[in-house]
């Protein structure tokens, strides 16, 4: 999903602009948009369609993937030209939401995330819905329950393309040499961290606080056990208040592995690339990450650890608490039209396309599961990704991204706020007051 998670940027700005959310799980790539096509002479009679993705990194395996699948659609459709542009995903969730404060002219199809993230853009009447679109044929594809982040007001405005699953990564090697036990429980992870901080140059957890969506992660992780993902859901969906005790007892655990150096010196100094490298070349022993992670173990040039020493684990459970068969995850990655595209639909055609390819894409690269039920080659799987989707198997319940779900200013406050639980000095009561100000209104 979605690939594709967020630097800090005030409430204030993203209410101007748009949304802004999520995970990210993009690459790290130029600082302008880069053009993949142009009309050229002798081809204006064409429909251009402007494409805009996250994927900015050449070495990023889902860019290659999209490269593919639009080389394969310009073949089948010689009418069609498409004119793909990139970011990095902070810069992207940036200008996306800036040119949507518009009209977004120069975007036809563009990558984003639904749920709440997209809900401002639906009620401000940017994005086109694809229900006319949708054949039977079509929704006979798709994965049951697979569209309810594209649903808004009884209308369809995506479908799918794949979704991920947190994953909490673990370096055994390093556990072994520590003496730690692997950590079902988080009595066993409070214990694994006090053993493995004896092991020179090594952070216990790579949190990546820096980006509020990391920092996110690591609480939202520990409150879907401490709260549940059905109490989770409906506070997310509105039905219920930000409230109770599980709440506070998920920051209150965020900062007591603070205190105990479970994150290193100072967390909030690495950022997402940096918490990364960390695990990747053995320098941090865990890591809270999504599905996507699992696929640059092995193709990542700069990983210099051994891939077979990696445990995909669930998030820990709590003694006394919570459901082992929730998870955090879903589908919620897609690519949308603008509704004031020029070409409705050559567009939408295009989107409904390109989603299920980057579906079938991310699941043969082991970096998401498809929302589609066409058939993919599982030969490549690597071994880690498996572990994920067994465990992925045991699953009932999920829960988005918290700042996928939430409207765009309560998920900023809340990326924000549990950047605090990363800091000397954490006001757990003023951690809560702040959310339920933002959500409980």
């Avoid at 309560?410 to 706020?417: D, M, S």
Wanted: aromatic fraction near 10%.
């Amino acid at each position: 999903m979605k690939k594709s998670l967020l630097k800090r940027v005030s409430a204030v700005a993203l209410t101007v602009a748009l949304a802004a959310g999520m995970t990210g799980c993009g690459s790290k790539g130029s600082a302008a948009p880069t053009n993949a096509g142009s009309s050229g002479e002798g081809k204006t009679e064409k429909t251009v369609l402007n494409v805009w993705h996250q994927w900015s990194n050449d070495t990023n395996e889902l860019k290659k993937k999209y490269d593919e699948a639009v080389a394969a659609y310009l073949a089948e459709n010689p009418n069609v030209e498409i004119n793909t542009q990139t970011l990095d995903t902070e810069a992207y969730k940036t200008k996306i939401s800036a040119e949507f404060a518009g009209d977004a002219k120069g975007i036809d199809v563009f990558y984003y995330w639904g749920a709440g993230t997209a809900r401002k853009m639906i009620n401000a009447d940017k994005l086109l819905p694809l229900d006319s679109y949708i054949t039977d044929d079509i929704k006979g594809k798709l994965l049951e329950g697979s569209t309810a982040a594209f649903e808004y007001n009884g209308k369809t405005y995506s479908l799918p393309s794949f979704s991920w699953y947190m994953t909490l990564y673990c370096n055994k090697a390093l556990f072994d040499q520590a003496g730690a036990e692997l950590p079902d429980t988080y009595d066993k992870l409070v214990t694994a961290v006090e053993k493995l901080k004896a092991l020179d140059g090594v952070t216990p957890l790579a949190s990546g606080a820096k980006d509020g969506w990391n920092a996110a992660f690591i609480y939202q992780a520990l409150a879907l056990r401490t709260v549940g993902a059905e109490e989770i859901n409906k506070m997310l969906s509105g039905q219920a208040p930000f409230e109770g005790e599980g709440y506070a007892e998920a920051a209150d655990k965020v900062q007591e592995l603070y205190k105990m150096g479970a994150f290193g010196a100072n967390p909030l100094e690495q950022g997402n690339d940096d918490a990364n490298a960390a695990f990747g070349t053995g320098r941090a022993a865990m890591r809270l990450m999504g599905s996507w992670f699992a696929n640059g173990i092995y193709t990542d040039k700069a990983v210099t650890i051994n891939p077979e020493d990696v445990v995909a684990m669930k998030i820990p459970m709590i003694t006394g608490k919570g459901n082992e068969t929730d998870y955090c995850g879903g589908f919620v990655e897609s690519f949308w039209v603008n509704k004031s595209t020029k070409n409705p639909d050559e567009a939408a055609k295009f989107a409904i396309y390109i989603n299920e390819k980057m579906g079938e894409a991310a699941y043969e690269s082991g970096s998401g599961f498809s929302g589609w039920k066409t058939e993919v080659d599982e030969k490549g799987l690597n071994p880690l990704f498996v572990q994920i989707k067994d465990l992925l198997s045991q699953g009932k319940t999920s829960v988005l991204a918290w700042d996928t779900s939430l409207d765009a200013e309560p998920a900023t406050i809340h990326n924000e706020q549990v950047q605090t639980l990363f800091a000397p000095g954490a006001d757990t009561g003023e951690f809560i007051k702040e959310h339920e100000a933002a959500i409980n209104k």
